[in-house]
Every structure is written in structure tokens, then in C-alpha cells.
């Protein structure tokens, strides 16, 4: 059974920082290319970061260029966002995905961020 399960969301003040995780269970994680997604409430899902399957390559919304950081963890089953001098504008719903060219896609139920004073 296929499982992403994101954690590490939760309120935070402007400036401040979160890390996100997402564990991966029931395909061979090393084989995919992992991305974090967001959706504010009203708006629609937007790519935030991606990193591909050996972890050698990444790529940013420009939104989020210079504070946040993708990275994974193959040996884990885990990939993560560490997201640095938050904004208002960045709370949404984090989700993570896992996709393998255009033939599979998985995705996480998604954990909340919220940025305010």
C-alpha cells in the first residue's frame, strides 16, 4: 500500500522557520522524483520545489527561491522542505508527491502551515 504521510506543519510567525518531512512506504522511493506542492485557501495547488530521484538536481517556485531548501533522504524513505523566513503569503496546505514520469503519481493527505503574528 502506497503511503506519503507529510508532518511538521503547524502556525509560526512571520521569519520564522519550519521543516516539513514526508515519509514514503510501499514503492521504491529511490525511483522517483519528489515535489512539495501548496494550496491556499481559494487558490489553486502550485509546485513549491522538486528534487529528482538521486537527489542531484532541484528546482524552485520563484515565490520561494533563497528560503526554502528541498532535500531527501533515500537511505529514510524521506524527503523534506526546510522552509526559512516565512511569509504570510506562504500558509497553505504543504503536499508532498511522488512521481515517476508521467505513469505513476502519489500523493500525501497534506499537513497545514500557517504564518502569522
Known amino acids: 500500500q502506497v503511503q506519503l504521510v507529510e508532518s511538521g506543519g503547524g502556525l509560526v510567525q512571520p521569519g520564522g522557520s519550519l521543516r516539513l518531512s514526508c515519509a514514503a512506504s510501499g514503492f521504491t522511493f529511490s525511483h522517483y522524483a519528489m515535489s512539495w506542492y501548496r494550496q491556499a485557501a481559494g487558490k489553486e495547488r502550485e509546485l513549491v520545489a522538486t528534487i529528482t530521484s538521486d537527489g542531484g538536481s532541484t528546482n524552485y517556485a520563484d515565490s520561494v527561491k533563497g528560503r526554502f531548501t528541498i532535500s531527501r533522504d533515500n537511505a529514510k524513505n524521506t524527503v523534506y522542505l526546510q522552509m526559512n523566513s516565512l511569509k504570510p503569503e506562504d500558509t497553505a496546505v504543504y503536499y508532498c508527491?511522488?512521481?515517476?514520469?508521467?505513469?505513476?503519481?502519489?500523493w500525501g493527505q497534506g499537513t497545514q502551515v500557517t504564518v502569522s503574528s
Open positions: 508527491n511522488a512521481a515517476l514520469l508521467a505513469i505513476m503519481s502519489y
